[in-house]
């Protein structure tokens, strides 16, 4: 959208400086679709930090509450949210199947495989849902990951955050057969182990 790539264009270089933004491995970053961005989740604050580091507008899951709200709808949605309610299971579902669509339709998706917030957690010690996996399998797409990584693993203005690209995985590299639970969950693991690898010493 025109208006997203204004409001990139225009607050990046001020979300970088507030957060005192480190990028490394920009180069691994494709910068257009079909692709989902998996980053482990530290705090609210990570969607507005990936967004400034990537070269590409995302499209997130948002709070479905946050719909409900006239002017903070309206925002939202010019940031490329869509809502999700995580207290039932077919909004979550919809939420996947909206992700579906827009990676078939060449977007990307930014998508955090913990399914909640872990703060002051380091990702090697939390857990990460299969939904990714079922996503990665339906839109055949590729696989950016990316590390968030803060003092304490909690991000908070004015405080170094680095944000660490990995090499893209492949969609070849996942190497489904069936389609079915099992191989969900490997691709799962696969993506997660990637993020953990680009945690920084």
Request: with cysteine; aromatic share 12%.
């Amino acid at each position: 959208m025109k208006i997203y790539g204004f409001l990139k264009a225009t607050f990046s270089w001020f979300i970088k400086l507030i957060y005192r933004i480190k990028v490394s491995g920009v180069e691994n970053d494709p910068g257009k679709g079909p692709l989902i961005i998996c980053a482990n989740h530290t705090s609210n604050h990570d969607v507005v930090v990936l967004g400034a580091a990537v070269k590409s507008q995302m499209r997130y899951f948002a709070k479905a509450s946050l719909f409900k709200v006239p002017v903070l709808k309206s925002i939202v949605k010019l940031l490329g949210a869509f809502p999700v309610d995580k207290s039932t299971v077919s909004s979550s579902y919809s939420a996947i199947k909206k992700s579906i669509e827009l990676l078939k339709d060449g977007q990307v998706v930014s998508i955090f495989p913990q399914g909640k917030r872990y703060p002051g957690i380091d990702p090697a010690s939390s857990k990460y849902q299969t939904g990714v996996g079922m996503i990665v399998y339906h839109a055949k797409c590729r696989v950016l990951p990316v590390c968030i990584q803060t003092k304490g693993w909690k991000v908070k203005p004015f405080r170094r955050t680095y944000v660490n690209i990995g090499k893209v995985i492949e969609f070849d590299e996942f190497s489904f057969s069936q389609g079915n639970t099992s191989e969900f969950g490997a691709a799962a693991t696969l993506i997660f182990s990637r993020i953990k690898a680009l945690v920084r010493d």
